[in-house]
Structures are given as C-alpha cells and as structure tokens.
C-alpha cells in the first residue's frame, strides 16, 4: 500500500536513501560505467507502469510531486490514473469530433497532466488506485492491454460509424469503460481527516498551472515564438516556446541549478538508450577500434550485439546540431514515444557529464534502481520537448520569450 503523506521525518528518510541510491549507482563490470552524482533534486520513489502507455502520466506527476518537495509542502504519492481517466475521455471526444481522422491511443503529453490540475484538479493515490482487478501483490501494477482494446473498440465503433446523428449518450458507454478497468473518478474523497473534492485538493496543494510551459527545438518555427509541436499525442495543442538547442540545453542546465526538475519528453528508440539504464550516441564510426572490433566482425554483429559493445564503456559521441535534431524529427527517427522526469546531473569514471532521469519502469529493470544516466549528447539529440516552471528559465531567453 503507498503512503499518502509522509511525516517530514520520514520524507527525509526516503529522499536521504534515494539520493544514496543515485550515488552509489555503479556497474558490477569492468569495462562499464561507474557514475557519481554532481547534483541531485530530490524526487519521490519511483514507480512501475508496466503494461499501460502512461508515461506522461507517471513522468508528470513525479514533476508535481518534485514542485511540491521544492515548495516545502512534503511529499505526496499523487494518482496517475485520475488523470489518465479524464484525459482519455477527452481525447475520445476529440477523436469523434474529428470523425475518426485523429488518433485514439493511450498515450499522451506532460501538458494534459497540468491540464487536468487546472480543469479537474488531482486527487491522492489512496483516494483513486486505479486497479480494479487481482488479488496478488502484482496485480497492483497497471495492465492496460484489454482496457485500450475495449475502449479503442467503442470509439472506433463511433467515431467511424457513419451515422448521420449520435447519441448523447455513446460517451457514458466509454466512461463506463474507464470506471470498470480504473474506477470512478471520485467527486468528493477524505485525506487527512479533511473532506475534498479534487479541485479544492489541488487548490490547497498550491500548484498553479499557469507557472508551467513547454519548451522545444527546431527550425521548421520561427525561433523565440510558440507553436503547436506536430506529434499525435499532442492532441491538445499545447503551445511550445521554440527556441534553439543550445538554449534549451541552457534552460535544463539552469533548472537543476536552481533547485527545480523537469518533464521530459524524447524518443527512446535510440539503439543505445538501454533497459539497464544508460542513454547515449556513440560515434559508430570509431566503435570497432574502440571496442576491440575488426571492421569485417563490426559489420556483422546484429544490432543487439552492437549495442552491447557500445554501451560496455563510455566511448566517444556524436557531435550533435540542430540540423541533426531537425532531420531526425522530419524523418521520423525522432519521435515522442516516452515521458521521464530529468533531476540532477552525474560524471562517469572519465569525467564526462550525464543527466540523472527517473523512469518509470520500476527498480528492478535497470541498474540503477529505477534511474537513467542519459548523456549531454543524446538529451541534444533525443529531446522532443520539456515542461518546466516559468521562474527556471535563464533571464535572458524568458525575456526573449516574452515570459512575464
């Protein structure tokens, strides 16, 4: 069962044991990588999950729950699944709106999270699980298979119907859906003995959603103007600042100075961004030297043993550009397939820079416990956009922003 509100004894408890988590994190190889953190913002536990395409959801909601460790409010285990319950009911309606040309999929963006704090407000772990279903201990982790189908199937059905006229009520059949596999989202719940109804919990939580906006890169905008970055999960519309590379990096470098985290949205697809939690480019070219590799043996290996030879070591990386970013994304190499939450920095054994990244893929699939090293190169190259409050941008690029 997860805690709802940790005393500030134990909060300091278990933010103490993750950031000792986070630095002690070292390979059990010879040749790997041994990291040792530069800086670190505390973050709650990490979380699972599993069989559900509700990164942005967890990513995000780790990003509120960091904002309300920075704001001295303690640490909260907020709910996941209150928000991918009303953000799918909204996207189906877009869906049907569009007759059917739109995607209807489980994914999604870190601005439907703050969406859903400014339209619906957020609730406590406790006030809605999300797991309607099982009796063992692993039953608790979302399965999401069965429920995607079923409701994909009811807005397909009305959404491509053909019908001249809909009912008004096709949208209570999906809700039903989503109250069976997830439960209701509750009108009013009790949390410490206090009575709430999600918006006034979100209210008293002190988050204001208009302190948060999307940052991108690319040449296809105008820099230093906003634009609705063309991804299907973007189904909302967000409007992003676009602003060069070097200044997004600047952006993400001034925010974990100052004590703030970050969403992250990029493309893991990456042969080298791994499942045992490292994230980085190598310069193919050099590999075959560099690991020992005779160029004939090089050119056989399947892509998996090349990857194992790339991420044995640090080796050397591609030197990122804009015009590199910008065709990987025209060409769709890049896409927006994961939301994660960036926290803090690190070195590796030869000095090099990395950025800390909780996942949620659990403890137990990676490493690091739940935590990636992800390398400057690839955060260049494999970012797709960030969400992060206002008052972390540098100065200058929140006045070329127009950022009041």
């Keep these: 069962m997860k805690k709802i509100l940790f005393s500030f004894a134990l909060c300091a408890m278990s933010l103490s044991m993750l950031a000792q988590d986070a630095n002690e994190a070292t390979s059990d190889t010879t040749e790997g990588f041994r990291f040792t953190t530069i800086d670190s913002i505390a973050i709650t536990p990490v979380k699972d999950q599993n069989r559900s395409g509700t990164c942005w959801s967890y990513s ?30 909204d996207r189906a309606e877009y869906v049907v709106r569009m007759y059917g040309t739109a995607q209807f999929a489980p994914g999604g963006s870190a ?13 406590p772990q406790a006030a809605m699980p999300g797991i309607q279903y099982g009796s063992t201990p692993a039953d608790t982790l979302p399965v999401h298979t069965e429920l995607d189908a079923v ?37 009013t719940f009790t949390y410490n003995g206090k009575e709430y109804t999600p918006k006034s919990f979100a209210e008293e939580l002190g988050l204001n959603a208009d302190d948060y906006v999307s940052i991108t890169s690319y040449t296809h905008h105008p820099y230093y103007t906003t634009f609705v970055l063309e991804v299907p999960d973007n189904w909302r519309m967000d409007q992003m600042y676009n602003v060069p590379m070097e200044e997004m990096m600047a952006i993400i470098d001034n925010a974990l100075a100052n004590g703030y985290t970050l969403a992250w949205g990029a493309d893991v697809s990456e042969m080298c961004f791994t499942r045992k939690g490292l994230g980085v480019v190598p310069e193919e070219e050099k590999a075959a030297d560099l690991t020992g590799s005779d160029a004939a043996r090089w050119l056989g290996l399947s892509a998996t043993d090349k990857r194992e030879e790339l991420t044995k070591k640090p080796l050397p990386e591609k030197t990122i550009t804009q015009e590199m970013r910008q065709a990987a994304y ?24 990395y950025y800390m990244v909780k996942n949620s893929w659990g403890t137990k699939k990676s490493e690091y416990k739940g935590i990636w090293y992800v390398s400057e190169a690839y955060m ?15 100065k200058d690029i929140r006045k070329k922003l127009l950022i009041k």
Excluded at 338 to 353: E, L, P, V
Aim: net charge negative; hydrophobic share 40%.
């Design 151 to 187: 409701a994909g199937g009811v807005v397909d059905a009305v959404a491509n119907s053909g019908l001249k006229k809909l009912t008004p009520v096709w949208k209570k059949a999906l809700t039903a859906v989503y109250d069976t596999y997830l439960g209701a989202c509750p009108a």
């Design 60 to 89: 995000t909601i780790g990003f509120l729950e960091s904002e309300l460790l920075r704001m001295g409010k303690g640490e909260y285990d907020l709910s996941e699944m209150f928000v991918v319950h009303h953000t799918m009911l």
């Design 330 to 353: 025209d060409s769709w190499e890049n896409t927006d397939d994961h939301g994660m939450q960036i926290f803090g920095t690190a070195k590796d054994q030869n000095g090099k820079r």
């Design 111 to 123: 601005y439907d999270v703050i969406y859903c704090l400014k339209n619906y407000g957020l609730v």
């Design 380 to 394: 260049q190259y494999k970012t797709n956009s960030i969400l992060v409050h206002k008052d972390a941008l540098p």
